[in-house]
């Protein structure tokens, strides 16, 4: 198995269970460390508590940049529309969460050539109206995301533990095909061994009865 296969099997056992786990939610925090000049997805993830009810959300962004005492509009999204705030992010914002739906879930937004100046503090706000058969009930998640725009993307301890851990899941994984296997074939080959004795043994009580029966038919000649 080549390096890229096996770093292809994590991601394609997720895949598999994401599918049978069908209309799952899972809240993943935001990346913090954007890049100069290249995008960055700022993620926002809210789950309903009760799936099987039909909602209907809005979500709003706001920004506080470095040394700013207050935050600013920024971005909102709700009736399948987005609408850019703030000046200073026109044409470089672009929605990445929930597509043709207004119950929505997932927040988050796409900034396109990230300047220092981005850094700062962003505000996602969930605006959510859970619709029962005969009442409404509305909800309000707020989530802070502080991003710092660096040179060149530095990896933390956490992304190294992260790559540590898949390559000890692949190595594990693989020690125990491995062991699974050897147990099958010592299991196969044991039975195999034994369907030869038996069939020895038969072959020789089959040949002991014909030359018992033989005799028989000598003595009584």
């Not at 725009?149 to 994984?173: C, D, F, H, K, N």
């Amino acid at each position: 198995m080549s390096a890229d296969q096996q770093l292809l099997l994590p991601l394609a056992l997720l895949a598999l269970q994401a599918s049978l786990c069908r209309g799952a939610c899972v809240e993943v925090d935001s990346d913090t460390e954007a890049v100069v000049n290249e995008g960055f997805k700022l993620s926002c993830i809210s789950c309903k508590k009760r799936g099987e009810v039909p909602a209907e959300a809005s979500v709003n962004w706001t920004f506080r940049a470095r040394g700013e005492n207050e935050s600013t509009p920024l971005y909102s999204y709700q009736n399948l529309a987005g609408d850019t705030i703030d000046p200073r992010f026109y044409e470089r914002l672009h929605w990445n969460g929930s597509k043709n739906t207004r119950d929505l879930q997932d927040g988050s937004i796409y900034i396109l050539n990230v300047t220092y100046n981005d850094t700062g503090t962003y505000q996602c706000t969930f605006n959510r109206i859970l619709l029962y058969p005969n009442y409404r009930s509305g909800t309000n998640t707020t989530k802070n995301i502080t991003i710092h725009v660096v040179p060149q993307l530095t990896r933390g301890l956490a992304s190294i533990l992260s790559e540590v851990m898949m390559y000890v899941s692949i190595i594990g994984l693989q020690l125990w095909l491995l062991v699974e296997m050897i147990y099958c074939y010592r299991k196969i080959s044991a039975a195999g061994e034994e369907a030869l004795r038996e069939s020895a043994a038969e072959y020789l009580a089959i040949a002991v009865e014909s030359k018992d029966n033989s005799a028989g038919v000598q003595v009584a000649e």
